[in-house]
């Protein structure tokens, strides 16, 4: 069954150079970080486009094969200012607010390769039902998903033990979306992202090292 196209959110993704991103990942033998990197991204981002309007999702990267993915499906990516992770995201809440300060915001990590558009869609509509959420991490540490229905006041603390910092201000909402939860940082959550079922990308990048299950 699809999942309908929304146009109800901003939703920015922030996606780290290939070359400098999953320091901590130490992939299988004979595949390339920066390859595993570009592949976790576009996984996450093939199905943000099935559920939101490119002209809705802001991208943030300084990634040239990111950029160049991006707009052969017509979005536009935003300059990473190289300040970090949080950097990022308020450049790319700059941007959304710039486009249109009437729509909320949401901010999605990069790097969810079992990502389902039906748990993404699903997310964002439990996300709605308050001013500001945060969907955390599978371990509860984590942030996968920052949401505000004002993106000026949307304050992105991300880093280890983020979800603590943002639960000061946002709702918790823990929702039982696995591959929404799932993200990718070392070779122990990649290996369950491939038990639940991983994106085309990240499939072709490992193969034969992975097979999907989904």
């Avoid at 991103?21 to 991204?41: E, H, I, M, Q, T």
């Avoid at 950029?67 to 935003?78: K, L, Q, W």
């Avoid at 300040?83 to 450049?91: F, M, P, Q, S, W």
């Avoid at 942030?143 to 006041?153: C, G, K, M, S």
């Amino acid at each position: 069954m699809s999942t309908p196209v929304t146009s109800a959110w901003h939703v920015i993704v922030p996606v780290k150079s290939r070359f400098r991103a999953k320091s901590r990942l130490r992939p299988p033998a004979g595949v390339a970080r920066a390859d595993l990197a570009f592949a976790l991204a576009m996984d996450t981002l093939s199905v943000v486009r099935e559920v939101v309007r490119a002209d809705r999702v802001i991208v943030v990267t300084e990634d040239d094969l990111v950029s160049a993915e991006m707009a052969r499906h017509d979005i536009t990516t935003v300059p990473d200012p190289g300040r970090g992770l949080n950097g990022a995201v308020r450049e790319g809440l700059h941007e959304a607010t710039r486009r249109d300060s009437r729509l909320p915001a949401a901010v999605l990590l990069g790097d969810l390769p079992a990502l389902r558009a039906e748990e993404l869609s699903a997310g964002l509509r439990a996300c709605a039902a308050t001013e500001s959420a945060l969907v955390p991490d599978r371990e509860g540490s984590g942030t996968v998903l920052l949401t505000h229905h004002d993106a000026t006041a949307l304050a992105p603390r991300f880093g280890r033990g983020s979800a603590a910092r943002h639960a000061r201000r946002c709702t918790v909402l823990q929702l039982d979306l696995p591959t929404l939860r799932h993200d990718v940082d070392d070779i122990g959550s990649l290996e369950r992202a491939i038990e639940m079922g991983i994106g085309p990308w990240s499939s072709r990048v490992l193969d034969p090292t992975a097979r999907r299950t989904a």
